[in-house]
C-alpha cells in the first residue's frame, strides 16, 4: 500500500479522510477490498484519495475527494451487487461510476460522455466537481509561482473531452488584477492529471 503525503496535513487528518472514502465506496458499492491507496492533498483541509478495489479477479479504480471532513465526491468504475442506497443518489446511472457533491447542497451527477481524440472519453465525475478540482490547482500554481496573496476566480469553463478549458480572473493584495486563460486536464475517472495557465 503506496501513500503519498500532502506537506503540510496531519497524519491524522489523512488518515481520516482515507477512511471517509473507504466507508463511502463500501457502503454505496458493498465493496471492501481496498489496496494502492494514493493520498493526494490538493489544498487546505482537501484530498483526493484514489486506489484500487479487488472484485474477483481483477482490480478496478476508484476515487474520492475529501474537504473539511465530507466526503464531496465518490466514484468506482467496476462491478458490485448492490445499488447506491443514499436517500442523495436518486439520480444514479447503473453500470456507471458516479460522482456526488457532500455538505450542505447534495448533488448526484450521471456520468458525462462526449467524444474527442482521446479514445473514451467518458468522465465520471460531474463539471461542477472538475471546475472544483481545477480551481484550487491553479490558485495553488499561481501563489506558490507568481503570489501567494492571488486569488482566483474562474469566469468561463468548457469541458471538451476531458479537457476543462475557459478564462479565470486573478486577484492580488497588493497590484493589479490579471486575466488569464487556464486548461485541466482529466482522466475519465475524474483525477485530474495535468494544468496550465497564461495570465495576461
Known amino acids: 500500500m503506496a501513500i503519498v503525503f500532502g506537506p503540510t496535513a496531519s497524519a491524522s ?3 481520516d479522510a482515507r477512511k471517509l472514502c473507504k466507508h463511502k465506496i463500501t457502503e454505496v458499492y458493498g465493496v471492501s477490498q481496498f489496496s494502492e491507496l494514493l493520498t493526494d492533498q490538493l489544498g487546505n483541509h482537501k484530498f483526493k484519495i484514489q486506489g484500487k478495489v479487488k472484485a474477483g479477479n481483477h482490480k478496478y479504480p476508484f476515487n474520492c475527494k475529501v474537504k473539511n471532513g465530507y466526503v464531496k465526491s465518490y ?5 458490485h451487487d448492490r445499488h447506491p442506497q443514499s436517500r442523495d443518489d436518486d439520480d444514479d446511472n447503473i453500470g456507471a461510476a458516479i460522482a456526488v457533491g457532500a ?5 448526484a451527477a450521471i456520468a458525462a460522455s462526449s467524444d474527442d481524440s482521446h479514445g473514451s472519453s467518458n468522465i465520471s465525475t460531474n463539471q461542477t466537481v472538475l471546475e472544483d478540482d481545477c480551481h484550487d490547482m491553479l490558485q495553488y500554481r499561481i501563489r506558490d509561482e507568481h503570489d501567494g496573496t492571488a486569488t482566483v476566480r474562474m469566469k468561463s469553463s468548457q469541458l471538451n473531452g476531458r479537457d476543462l478549458k475557459g478564462e479565470i480572473k486573478v486577484k492580488y493584495l497588493r497590484r493589479n488584477d490579471q486575466r488569464g486563460s487556464y486548461t ?3 482522466t475519465k475517472n475524474g483525477q485530474l492529471t495535468d494544468s496550465s495557465y497564461h495570465l495576461y
Open 13 to 15: 487528518e489523512e488518515h
Open 75 to 79: 466514484a468506482y468504475d467496476g462491478p
Open 103 to 107: 455538505g450542505l447542497a447534495i448533488i
Open 184 to 186: 485541466c486536464h482529466f
